[in-house]
């Protein structure tokens, strides 16, 4: 089983500045696939990024995704209120699919 | 659009089975080439995948819980199911279904979750 470590664990920051989320797995992931997920508190998650760099449908382009193997990072360029949130990266090249823990955006 | 709703008890017993369904509307199971699957979190939590299968009938299990899942299709409602047996407090968790694309099962559509509880 792939084991995904994220980090930090909460990375707190102030609107327009930069947010760089880390997402760091035990062994190589198949092909890239690797994705991120959002989660606002109640909600369920939302697809953001998928195959490593690819942005899903509507995600706006301060998004973006990137890294390979093993190491895979989700960066924000110009953070906005509404993304304060709880950030999940997930693997789905081998089985069992897994996720990360989580990282939580704050204000 | 494409919409996803599980539905089943909000509560149940210790070591009885846990059973959900979820309604797809907006699009059509059997004719569409996508993954569909389920995934779960427990309360403040993070995520774990329960399970996914193929428009046209494989279906992979995570091996934590293969033992006591089947995910199964009626696409005749346009419904696909989750039976987690002999469950325990652990099992106690927001439950999702899925939608994944059409090469891989990254989830791209996410059901708006349900809370079952296991307790006496």
């Known amino acids: 089983e792939i084991v995904l470590t994220q980090s930090p664990g909460t990375l707190s920051l102030s609107p327009g500045e930069r947010a760089t989320l880390s997402c760091r797995a035990s062994?190589?992931?198949?092909?890239?696939?690797l994705a991120w997920h959002q989660q606002k508190p109640g909600q369920a998650p939302r697809l953001l990024i998928y195959g490593a760099s690819s942005r899903a449908t509507g995600i706006p382009d301060r998004f973006s995704g990137s890294g390979s193997g093993t190491d895979f990072t989700l960066t924000i360029s110009r953070v906005e209120p509404e993304d304060f949130a709880v950030y999940y990266c997930?693997?789905?090249?081998?089985?069992?699919?897994?996720f990360g823990q989580g990282t939580k955006l704050e204000i | 659009q494409l919409q996803l709703q599980e539905s089943g008890p909000g509560l149940v017993k210790p070591s009885e089975t846990l059973s959900l369904t979820c309604t797809v509307s907006?699009?059509?199971?059997?004719?569409?080439?996508?993954?569909w699957g389920w995934i779960r979190q427990p309360p403040g939590k993070g995520l774990e995948w329960i399970g996914s299968?193929?428009?046209?009938?494989?279906?992979s299990y995570n091996p934590s819980l293969k033992s006591r899942v089947i995910i199964s299709v009626d696409t005749s409602k346009n419904q696909f199911s989750l039976k987690v047996s002999s469950v325990t407090a652990a099992d106690t968790a927001v439950y999702y279904c899925?939608?994944?694309?059409?090469?891989?099962?990254?989830?791209?559509?996410w059901g708006q979750g349900t809370l079952v509880t296991v307790s006496p």
């Open positions: 062994q190589s992931v198949t092909s890239n696939y």
């Open positions: 907006g699009g059509s199971i059997s004719s569409s080439s996508y993954y």
């Open positions: 997930q693997q789905y090249g081998s089985s069992p699919r897994t």
């Open positions: 299968f193929y428009y046209s009938g494989s279906t």
């Open positions: 899925a939608r994944g694309g059409t090469i891989t099962d990254v989830v791209v559509v």
